[in-house]
C-alpha cells in the first residue's frame, strides 16, 4: 500500500481554480486538499492543475499484448498501464473493455479475466485505474452474465456499439485484416463468419436487450451510452432508452442530437492532437469549436490528453482553464465524481504540475500519492522533504 505525502503547501506556480488561471497555493494532507498552513514547495515556473479524468482508453491492451503473438501477464500490463497514465498526468481512468460476440480479448471470459486482475493488484495501483464494458449490441445470450459481472466487480460505466456489419464488411474489402481479427479471436477467418452469422440472428431481439440492460444499470447506478453512433436516429434511440453519453460520434448530425438533448459528447484527444479523426471521422476540434464536444478522452493514447489541452488554447478555441476542464472537471461531473476534478479545499488530493515552459508533467498525485514524479519538480519536492525530515529532528 502506498502512503501519501507529508502535509505540504505548494507555492509560487499558477493553479486552475474556480475556473481561472491565477497565482496561488494549494496544500495537501491526507489524501485531501485543504487550507491550512504547512510545510511548502516552492513551484515557481510551474503550472498546477487538476488531475486529468478520463472516462474511455484502450492504451492497455499495448501494454498486455505488446505484439499480438506475445501477451504479457494481465497484472503486469494493468502495472504498466497505471504507470503510464500516471506519467502522463491521469488521476482516474477508464479502460474501455469489450464484451463482444467476438471472442478472444474481446469477450466475456477475457473481460473477467482483466476484471479479475484488475482486484488483484488494486493495493499497488497509484491511480484510481477502473474499468468500462464496451458492450456489444448484439450479444444477448450474455445478458444475465453480464448483469452479475458488473455487480460482482462493482462495474459503473456502460457502452453500448454495434460494430457487427463494420467488421462483415471487412471480411469482403480488407481480407486480410478480417484474417488478423479471427486470428486474434483463435478462428479461422471461415469460423469468424459463422460466429457474425450467428450474432446477426440475434438482431430481433437487440431491443429488448437494451431496454433490460437499461433498467437494471438504473437501479445499480451504473451510467451509460453509446460508442461510435452513426447518425442523429442511432443517438436519439439510444438517449430514449437512457443511454445518455455519446462517446465518439462519426458524423455531426449524432453530436448536434446528443448536444440538442442534453447528452454529453466525447471525443478523442487524439484527434484534436493530430487534426483529424484516424479512421476518417469527423474532426474533434470542429465539434469543440462549434460547441458540440463536452469532454475528451484519451482514446489509444495517453499523452495526447494533456497535449490536447494545449493545443485548443494555442488555436484559441478556448483558454487552457477550458480546455483542461474537458478532461478533468467535465468528465468528473459525467461520471458523478464529486470528489475530484477541481481544486478545491476538501477534495481527493488528484493533481497535475506541469512545466509552465516546456509543458513537460512533472509530477502527478493522487489520492495524495506521488504516482509521478520527475525534472527539476523531483528535486523540489526532494527538497522540501529533507528540509521537514531535518525540521523534525
Known amino acids: ?73 494481465l497484472e503486469s500490463g494493468l502495472i504498466a498501464t497505471d504507470r503510464d497514465a500516471a506519467a502522463n498526468g491521469v488521476t482516474t481512468a477508464w479502460m474501455a473493455q469489450s464484451w463482444s460476440w467476438e471472442g478472444g480479448h474481446r469477450g466475456p471470459d477475457f473481460a473477467r479475466r482483466v476484471m479479475r486482475a484488475l482486484d488483484a493488484c488494486r493495493p499497488r495501483m497509484l491511480t484510481d485505474l477502473r474499468v468500462q464494458i464496451r458492450c456489444e ?26 460494430h457487427l456489419e463494420d467488421v462483415l464488411a471487412a471480411a469482403s474489402t480488407r481480407p486480410g485484416t478480417f484474417a488478423e481479427w479471427a486470428a486474434r479471436a483463435g478462428r479461422t477467418p471461415e469460423a469468424h463468419l459463422e460466429v457474425i452469422a450467428a450474432a446477426r440472428r440475434q438482431t430481433r431481439e437487440v431491443p ?60 478523442g484527444a487524439p484527434n484534436i492532437v493530430r487534426g483529424a479523426s484516424q479512421a476518417g471521422n469527423i474532426a474533434a476540434m470542429d465539434l469543440v469549436a462549434d460547441g458540440l464536444c463536452d469532454a475528451l478522452v484519451s482514446d489509444y493514447h495517453y499523452p495526447a490528453l494533456a497535449a490536447a489541452a494545449f493545443r485548443l488554447a494555442d488555436a484559441g478555441v478556448m483558454d487552457l482553464a477550458g480546455a483542461w476542464a474537458m478532461i478533468s472537471t467535465t468528465p468528473a461531473r459525467i461520471l458523478r465524481l464529486a470528489d475530484r476534478g477541481r481544486l478545491e479545499s476538501g477534495l481527493r488530493a488528484d493533481l497535475t504540475v506541469i512545466h509552465r515552459e516546456t509543458r513537460a508533467i512533472e509530477a502527478t498525485i493522487s489520492g495524495g500519492r506521488i504516482a509521478h514524479l520527475s525534472g527539476e519538480a523531483a528535486l523540489r519536492f526532494l527538497g522540501a522533504a529533507d528540509r521537514a525530515a531535518i525540521a523534525a529532528e
Open 208 to 267: 429488448r436487450y437494451l431496454c433490460r440492460l437499461a433498467e437494471r444499470f438504473d437501479a445499480l447506478g451504473v451510467t451509460y451510452g453509446s460508442h461510435d453512433d452513426t447518425d442523429g436516429e442511432t443517438r436519439e434511440r439510444f438517449s430514449m432508452i437512457g443511454a445518455k453519453i455519446c462517446e465518439f460520434p462519426t458524423s455531426r448530425a449524432a453530436a448536434a442530437l446528443a448536444h440538442a438533448v442534453g447528452d454529453p459528447v466525447l471525443m
Open 137 to 162: 449490441t448484439h450479444t444477448t445470450e450474455t445478458a444475465d452474465r453480464l448483469l452479475e459481472t458488473i455487480a460482482t466487480y462493482g462495474i459503473d460505466y456502460v457502452v453500448f456499439n454495434n
Open 1 to 73: 500500500m502506498h502512503r501519501p505525502l507529508p502535509a505540504l503547501r505548494l507555492t509560487g506556480a499558477e493553479v486552475l481554480r474556480d475556473g481561472r488561471m491565477r497565482p496561488g497555493t494549494i496544500g495537501l494532507a491526507e489524501g485531501r486538499l485543504t487550507d491550512r498552513p504547512l510545510p511548502e514547495v516552492d513551484l515557481s515556473g510551474y503550472l498546477i492543475l487538476p488531475g486529468i479524468v478520463d472516462l474511455h482508453g484502450d492504451a492497455f491492451e499495448r501494454h498486455i499484448a505488446p505484439r499480438p503473438s506475445a501477451p504479457f501477464p
